[in-house]
């Protein structure tokens, strides 16, 4: 790599990496202010707070890597253009090919940089975001069980604990059921332990007592008991059965699904197919748009006014491919024989990529075969 292409793509990587960094900043501020309320509100600590946004970064990256390329293109080319540095490069002989080379080279970059993170690094973390997720809803003592207070976690249910010990054991614990129509239900217990089993939570109720009120007949049931056990499944707003999630599932998983193992995952085999696939279609778009955005800069001659027509051409130009691979997913995910659709966005990007820097590489000879560029008449 020569001495201009390593000028060009170290600008490139540091304004890329200025970027990266704002708009990750703002996604992670969005997403952090949703994770605060859902789990500092429900009692949960700092750490776990800050473990939720973490996992949700590599996702966060995928999405807002590809935007950081493009605007840091644009920005590096129409600040060379504007200081004259296009110009002297261009006298110094060098083509508009050569010129795209550095660009290409940070497209890989950034195809690689999208293929680690979409195939490894976020499905492991939305992986660990799920287990975490589950574990932290099992958490009662954090979500929903405070000393001293009526909790209602969900409607029907109301929940009141005078002391929790320093090993886990509820004194004096009050619990309403009141989720079946026409039948309320009170549980009071001396003592009681929360134990965890292979279908979710169980709270292990001593020395109590129930009482069922039928709302039709008023009639009221006392029953005591020594030791009862309670279905929490209702009180976590689910079971314990693990729900699964296509961004959580490896690519090699995805590309191999067939209907058996769609079906036993509660997941189509469509949407599985074209989710692999488009991970990979994913890192090759990501190439181009860089491209796009220089090889637009560089098709208007010089300006005082600046390069806005190009920079809109350029903007105009990405904005349909988000459209066809839009498109293109919508047909995927319903038919599995159209998992091929998935590449159809980076190769309308590689063409247009193409068809832009031929028309830069030709306005460029036409430029050197007649006066300098920005030259003044005397």
């Given at each position: 790599m020569?001495?201009?292409?390593?000028?060009?793509?170290?600008?490139?990587?540091?304004?890329?990496?200025?970027?990266?960094?704002?708009?990750?900043?703002?996604y992670w501020i969005n997403e952090?202010?949703?994770?605060?309320?859902?789990?500092?509100?429900?009692?949960?600590?700092?750490?776990?707070?800050?473990?939720?946004?973490?996992?949700?970064?590599?996702?966060?990256?995928?999405m807002v890597l590809p935007v950081a390329g493009f605007?840091?293109?644009?920005?590096?080319?129409?600040?060379?253009?504007?200081?004259?540095?296009?110009?002297?490069?261009?006298?110094?002989?060098?083509?508009?090919?050569?010129?795209?080379?550095?660009?290409?080279?940070?497209?890989l970059i950034l195809g690689l940089l999208v293929a680690v993170l979409g195939n490894v690094l976020a499905p492991a973390a939305r992986s660990q975001f799920i287990d975490r997720s589950q574990e932290v809803r099992e958490d009662l003592s954090g979500r929903f069980l405070r000393e001293g207070q009526f909790i209602t976690p969900t409607v029907g249910l109301t929940v009141?604990?005078?002391?929790?010990?320093e090993f886990g054991e509820f004194r004096d614990l009050f619990l309403q059921d009141r989720s079946e129509q026409g039948t309320e239900v009170t549980y009071t217990a001396a003592r009681a332990l929360l134990l965890r089993s292979p279908t979710g939570l169980r709270l292990v109720m001593l020395n109590g007592m129930a009482q069922t009120l039928d709302a039709t007949t008023q009639r009221?049931?006392?029953?005591?008991?020594?030791?009862?056990?309670?279905?929490?499944?209702?009180?976590?707003?689910?079971?314990?059965?693990?729900?699964?999630?296509?961004?959580?599932?490896?690519?090699?998983?995805?590309?191999?699904?067939?209907?058996?193992?769609?079906?036993?995952?509660?997941?189509?085999?469509?949407?599985m197919r074209f989710s692999g696939h488009e991970r990979i279609a994913r890192a090759l778009f990501v190439i181009f748009p860089p491209l796009i955005a220089a090889a637009c800069l560089m098709l208007g001659r010089f300006s005082r006014f600046g390069v806005?027509?190009?920079?809109?051409?350029?903007?105009?130009?990405?904005?349909?491919?988000?459209?066809?691979?839009?498109?293109?997913?919508?047909?995927?995910?319903?038919?599995?024989?159209?998992?091929?659709?998935?590449?159809?966005?980076?190769?309308?990007?590689?063409a247009l990529a193409a068809l832009l820097s031929a028309a830069a590489m030709t306005g460029s000879r036409r430029r050197r075969s007649g006066p300098p560029q920005g030259a003044v008449a005397p």
């Open positions: 020569g001495r201009y292409d390593r000028y060009i793509l170290t600008q490139l990587i540091v304004l890329f990496a200025f970027f990266s960094f704002v708009l990750i900043s703002v952090a202010v949703d994770l605060f309320d859902s789990l500092i509100a429900d009692g949960q600590t700092l750490s776990v707070f800050l473990e939720f946004t973490a996992l949700t970064l590599p996702q966060i990256m995928i605007v840091a293109t644009l920005y590096i080319f129409n600040k060379m253009i504007a200081e004259s540095e296009m110009v002297v490069l261009q006298t110094a002989g060098l083509s508009a090919l050569r010129l795209l080379r550095p660009v290409l080279v940070f497209g009141y604990l005078r002391d929790i010990t009221l049931t006392t029953i005591r008991f020594e030791e009862f056990t309670y279905d929490l499944s209702a009180l976590m707003g689910g079971g314990g059965l693990r729900s699964h999630d296509l961004r959580e599932l490896s690519t090699r998983v995805l590309l191999g699904a067939d209907a058996e193992t769609a079906q036993g995952l509660g997941l189509s085999e469509a949407q806005w027509p190009q920079m809109l051409l350029a903007v105009a130009l990405v904005i349909p491919l988000q459209m066809a691979g839009n498109a293109a997913e919508a047909a995927g995910i319903r038919n599995t024989d159209l998992r091929w659709m998935a590449y159809a966005q980076p190769a309308l990007a590689a």
